[in-house]
Structure formats: structure tokens, C-alpha cells
């Protein structure tokens, strides 16, 4: 099952990718729930499967993603018929609201990924306890950039990580993001950056008319790459001194020998976002970590069947790692 091999009709990571991404499965039935942020913000989660479960699934999403993502909606169903309690956390202005605050959310937002998990693990303790059943296992699966972010958490937080998660996956992680970052600005990869830079663009100009001056906006509307674009935007919002300043330190890489959950780290080698030689520096990760890097995949892709439209290989293949 982990030897993932692409079908013979859809060759190349760019390929992968695309169709991944445009041939998505039926929309899980969603309940959504508001919970107010520490620091007087709010994220939406929608939840889907049956309340009284031995298992909740957390899924943080990917650059500008949410619960409607292909990969959430294959994965989420997939657990949900299989009785697991499920939850699609949306990161601050990626639920179709814009946030309170100013600032918004980030590849390497651990203290994030940190409150999040923590209520949600009381959060089914508590319904488990009502119910007169033990507390579920929960566990994580994390896709491109929350999954750098969920790394990060995990490699920072250790043992203690290790008493609220029962497994967790990283799917297509960015956990270098100066290599990310570098690989997104050439060829063809431009038409990614493009995508992502349209949608960001709007949501930072939205941003900007309700707080003038948190950032340049000339910088801003400027901004051609994804490099420019954190200059300009994500690094003066979150605190950091510019893009290199922020992408070294959100970088999870360094941070993979401290992790104590059981942690797949998926990656295809064909990904457009992430050049293959950078996955080496993950090489130092714990004993705790499975590395599993097929050649084949794509971006959050890895389609798979005989035909078009046929099984979802990366949601049976975390399902089975949760199960092993």
C-alpha cells in the first residue's frame, strides 16, 4: 500500500497535481462550529462522521485550502465511513469570512496548530465522557503548508505532543520553505504562484481597507512571487523581519528529531512545490518519523486506478498508516 505508482495515464508531478486538484469528490456533509481564538480572533471547523467515535481526525489544510479541498474531502470521507469524527480547522480567513484581526495565518503558525489540537482533544474527551465511553485517539493529518506548521508543533512540543495525538501525516509539507519558495518562481511553476497570488492579493487589499497602513500596499500589489509577497505582506503581519527571516525560522526541517508521535511524512519526488534534493534534509528526523518519498505524486495528488476517476490512494493509504 505505501509503494504508491502512479496510473500510466497520467504521467509527470505537474500532471499529478492539476488533476488532483480538479477532479474533486462529493462534498462531505459539514456541520461548521465557531471557536473564538485566544487572542479574540475566531476559526471555523467543520465537522463531519459520528459524534460518539474511538477516533477523531484533525486535517489542517494547505495555502489558501479548506474543508472543500480535494484532499479534505477524500480523506474526511474516508474516515467518516469508517466511524471516525472528523474536523477540518480553517485556518484565520480561509472559511469564507475574514478574520478580526489583522493578521492572518502562516506556514509556520505552531501556536496555532497548538490551541487547536488541545481543544479539540478535550473538546471529544468530553463528548466520549458523556457518552460513558473512553477518550478517543486522535489523530492529525496536515497538508502543505499546515502540514509544515503541524511539523513544526510536533517537533517543538515532543513528549507532550505525544499525550494528546495518537498518530499524525504530513502530506506534501513545504518543510524547507526557502527551497518551497525558490522552486514556486520558476517555469511552469509560475502558474501556481499566479493562482495562489490572486486570491492573496484580495484578501490582503480587503485587509489592508480595514487596517491602512499595516503593510506597503504598492509592495503588495507589486508582489510577482511568492518571496515578495511575504516581504511585503505575511512577514510585517506576523512579526517577522522579512521573507528569509520568516522562512528559516517557520521552517520545520530542523525541528523533525524532536518529534515523539508516530509521524508519516509523505512527499512524491515529482512535487512542483518542493524540489526532491531538499527532502534529504529530512533525513535526520527521529525514530519516531516514517519518510516516505514514492517518485511519483504530485503536489497533493497521488491519483490512482485503472481509469480516470477511480480509488483515492492517499486517503486508504493514511487510514492505514492510523491503523497499523
Not at 518519523?289 to 490512494?313: A, D, K
Request: charged share 20%.
Amino acid at each position: 500500500m505505501n509503494d504508491y505508482r502512479a496510473p500510466h495515464w497520467l504521467p509527470g508531478g505537474h500532471a499529478q497535481t492539476i488533476y488532483a486538484a480538479l477532479n474533486r469528490p462529493p462534498m462531505p456533509a459539514y456541520t461548521r462550529e465557531r471557536w473564538d481564538t485566544p487572542d479574540g480572533d475566531f476559526v471555523d471547523l467543520d465537522w463531519a462522521g459520528p459524534r460518539e467515535a474511538q477516533n477523531t481526525l484533525l486535517l489542517f489544510h494547505g495555502l489558501e485550502g479548506g474543508s472543500g479541498s480535494h484532499y479534505a474531502r477524500a480523506i474526511v470521507a474516508q474516515a467518516a465511513q469508517a466511524g471516525w469524527r472528523c474536523a477540518v480547522a480553517h485556518f484565520r480567513g480561509c472559511s469564507g469570512e475574514p478574520n478580526r484581526l489583522a493578521r492572518a495565518y502562516h506556514s509556520g503558525d505552531a501556536e496555532e496548530i497548538d490551541w487547536i489540537v488541545r481543544r479539540v482533544h478535550a473538546a471529544s474527551a468530553a463528548q466520549a465522557s458523556r457518552s460513558g465511553l473512553p477518550p478517543p485517539r486522535l489523530h492529525l493529518a496536515a497538508v502543505s503548508l499546515g502540514g509544515n506548521a503541524t511539523l513544526k508543533w510536533l517537533g517543538e512540543r515532543g513528549g507532550e505532543a505525544a499525550g494528546l495525538v495518537h498518530r499524525a501525516a504530513a502530506i506534501s509539507a513545504p518543510f524547507d520553505l526557502a527551497a518551497a519558495g525558490r522552486v514556486l518562481e520558476r517555469g511552469f511553476n509560475m502558474v501556481y504562484t499566479r493562482m495562489f497570488l490572486a486570491t492573496m492579493k484580495r484578501a490582503a487589499a480587503a485587509k489592508l481597507a480595514r487596517f491602512p497602513g499595516i503593510f506597503d500596499a504598492r509592495a503588495m500589489q507589486a508582489a510577482r512571487t511568492l518571496y515578495e509577497f511575504d516581504n511585503a505582506v505575511t512577514a510585517p503581519l506576523h512579526g517577522f523581519r522579512d521573507t528569509d527571516d520568516y522562512w528559516s525560522r517557520a521552517s520545520s526541517w530542523p525541528l523533525l528529531a524532536g518529534i515523539r508521535v508516530p509521524t508519516l511524512v509523505l512527499n512524491a519526488r515529482n512535487d512542483p512545490f518542493m524540489p526532491a534534493q531538499s527532502l534529504e534534509r529530512a533525513r535526520g528526523a527521529s525514530s519516531d518519523v516514517i519518510l516516505e518519498f514514492p517518485e511519483q505524486g504530485g503536489h497533493v495528488g497521488f491519483p490512482s486506478g485503472l481509469l480516470p476517476g477511480g480509488r483515492h490512494w492517499l486517503a486508504a493509504r493514511l487510514m492505514e498508516f492510523y491503523t497499523s
